[in-house]
């Protein structure tokens, strides 16, 4: 069950990384990483014009390189540091990492159809389920919350963003899409809105 923000009052700005070359190719990246595109790095710099006027004070990042690159640029663009946290990184998508669907329906016959029927308990194998990402990102805003942070921005991934989204108390977070060039404000009631920086 979704709950609500554990950092009191205010705003939470969530983005994801931005376009990398994995993303291009179809890959999984779960914990392995691959560089951003030239797309990718424009995105972040969108996000930074995106956000300027928001009023943000803080911003975390995952310490994978794709969202560390990203946070940096828009953190940049803000006049403020990254503070890097450990449990932003994505859920880890195991033996899938790095492989394309075709591949995986070949190694694993249809396991990618399980994970639909079970996408929240479904664990990836020898990786995490999204249950066990929500537990890390728990304790982001746990954190975040200890911090006395305000109007925090945190840049991480598409699947540990949903159970971000999730523990802010955003229905259906689980359907969400994040694209990259969208940026979620969230405020301490869950209502959430979508900030694009595109075109």
Request: charge should be negative; aromatic fraction near 4%.
């Given at each position: 069950m979704a709950r609500s923000s554990r950092h009191g009052p205010g705003l939470t700005f969530l983005a994801r990384h931005g376009q990398t070359e994995w993303n291009v190719a179809g890959r999984r990246q779960g914990r392995l990483d691959s560089p951003l595109t030239p797309l990718g790095v424009e995105q972040a710099r969108r996000n930074g014009v995106l956000l300027?006027?928001?009023?943000?004070?803080?911003?975390?990042?995952?310490?994978?390189?794709?969202?560390?690159?990203?946070?940096?640029?828009?953190?940049?663009?803000?006049?403020?540091?990254?503070?890097?946290?450990?449990?932003?990184?994505?859920?880890?998508?195991?033996?899938?990492?790095?492989?394309?669907?075709?591949e995986i329906d070949a190694r694993w016959p249809a396991q990618r159809e399980a994970r639909e029927q079970q996408k929240y308990t479904y664990r990836f194998p020898g990786g995490e389920s999204y249950a066990d990402g929500e537990v890390r990102a728990a304790q982001v805003l746990e954190e975040i919350g200890r911090r006395g942070a305000r109007r925090p921005l945190v840049v991480s991934h598409e699947m540990v963003g949903r159970m971000l989204l999730r523990q802010l108390g955003v229905p259906d977070a689980l359907g969400t899409r994040q694209p990259s060039d969208v940026v979620y404000r969230v405020d301490a009631g869950g209502a959430v809105e979508r900030l694009s920086s595109s075109g």
């Open positions: 300027s006027g928001e009023g943000i004070a803080a911003v975390f990042a995952s310490p994978l390189g794709r969202a560390r690159a990203t946070a940096s640029i828009i953190a940049a663009r803000l006049g403020l540091e990254v503070s890097v946290v450990d449990d932003l990184a994505e859920i880890d998508h195991g033996a899938w990492s790095g492989l394309g669907s075709a």
